[in-house]
């Protein structure tokens, strides 16, 4: 059973900043690579950044700057540092996984979501 467990959202001003942390336990070989998504209410949801086993990062055009994505893999978590946060930023984030189950097949996991809300 694989879990992805998430915290620290919450609600922030707007220009403040908040780190989300996204752990994974459970029965697997190995982590593949990790992601960040969000969803606002009333829009579909949308990639914010991604990390792989080697630590290439990928992040939405819009995003770019202000936002991190890092790993610790002796921990197997994802962060998700987030700056100059914007009332735009307000949505759900959801951390991904991809993890390697064995010797030949990947699975495709989701946490439970964190809220994010930002206040003008």
């Known amino acids: 059973q694989v879990q992805l467990v998430e915290s620290g959202g919450g609600l922030v001003q707007a220009g403040g900043s908040l780190r989300l942390s996204c752990a994974v336990s459970?029965?697997?070989?190995?982590?593949?690579?990790m992601a960040w998504y969000r969803q606002a209410p009333g829009k579909q949801r949308e990639l914010v950044a991604a990390?792989?086993?080697?630590?290439?990062?990928n992040y939405a055009d819009s995003l770019k700057g202000r936002f991190t994505i890092s790993r610790d893999n002796a921990k197997d978590t994802v962060y998700l540092q987030m700056n100059s946060l914007k009332p735009e930023d307000t949505a759900v984030y959801y951390c991904?996984?991809?993890?390697?189950?064995?010797?030949?097949?990947?699975?495709?996991?989701w946490g439970q979501g964190t809220q994010v809300t930002v206040s003008s």
């Open positions: 991904n996984a991809d993890l390697r189950i064995t010797a030949y097949h990947n699975n495709n996991y």
């Open positions: 459970g029965s697997y070989f190995s982590i593949t690579a």
């Open positions: 990390i792989t086993g080697g630590s290439s990062t």
